[in-house]
């Protein structure tokens, strides 16, 4: 089993990257989690895709497309999802030029976030699972990783609140009874 998991922040100790890192600590053998960075990802223009996919995008789009699932990692931005990753998804809601099917069509999607306050991104979450519903993904489990106060339980880059980590475990590995 192949996941790709992708960070919404481009920040060097960000707290949602970190959680992607735990992940990668908790997943059971045979389970890999590649991480792919956005950082330098080009905006989304509509003239630039109608010439072909740069680059960097068809490396994003071969990455989705090839993973087994996706596991995003959610900041909250004024209330709402990080304009990295929005970009990230309406990228990955085109076929392009030289596609039969957008990358995320159909595609399996678990999501999880972590901010310093005290509601844990829940507002980004519920804003990213519209989004991804409109980009034809699919988002399970049902639960909901709301690490809040992040900044207590994620130390020098590490998750280090047992509590969280093994509510994470679990999230995670429903998530992989249902992909199987
Ligand atoms: C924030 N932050 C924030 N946090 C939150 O819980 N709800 C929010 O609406 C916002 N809004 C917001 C806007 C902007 C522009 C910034 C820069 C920050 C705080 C945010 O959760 C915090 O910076 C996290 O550390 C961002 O995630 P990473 O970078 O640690 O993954």
Aim: hydrophobic share 45%; glycine share 8%; charged share 20%.
């Amino acid at each position: 089993m192949h996941i790709l998991g992708i960070s919404g922040s481009l920040r060097r100790a960000s707290f949602n990257t970190a959680l992607l890192h735990a992940a990668q600590e908790l997943m059971p053998d045979g389970t890999v989690i590649t991480i792919h960075d956005l950082h330098d990802l080009p905006l989304f223009d509509q003239d630039v895709e109608a010439q072909g996919d740069p680059a960097l995008v068809v490396a994003l789009k071969d990455a989705v497309t090839q993973a087994d699932a996706l596991l995003l990692a959610c900041p909250e931005y004024n209330g709402g999802i990080t304009g990295v990753l929005k970009n990230a998804i309406d990228w990955l809601s085109r076929p392009g030029v030289s596609r039969d099917a957008a990358p995320l069509a159909g595609k399996r999607v678990c999501i999880m976030g972590a901010s310093p306050g005290v509601t844990g991104t829940v507002r980004a979450q519920d804003q990213l699972r519209l989004i991804l519903r409109r980009a034809g993904a699919v988002v399970e489990p049902q639960g909901e990783v709301l690490v809040f106060q992040a900044h207590t339980k994620i130390t020098d880059g590490r998750l280090s609140d047992e509590r969280t980590r093994d509510f994470l475990a679990r999230h995670l590995n429903h998530f992989l009874e249902i992909l199987a």
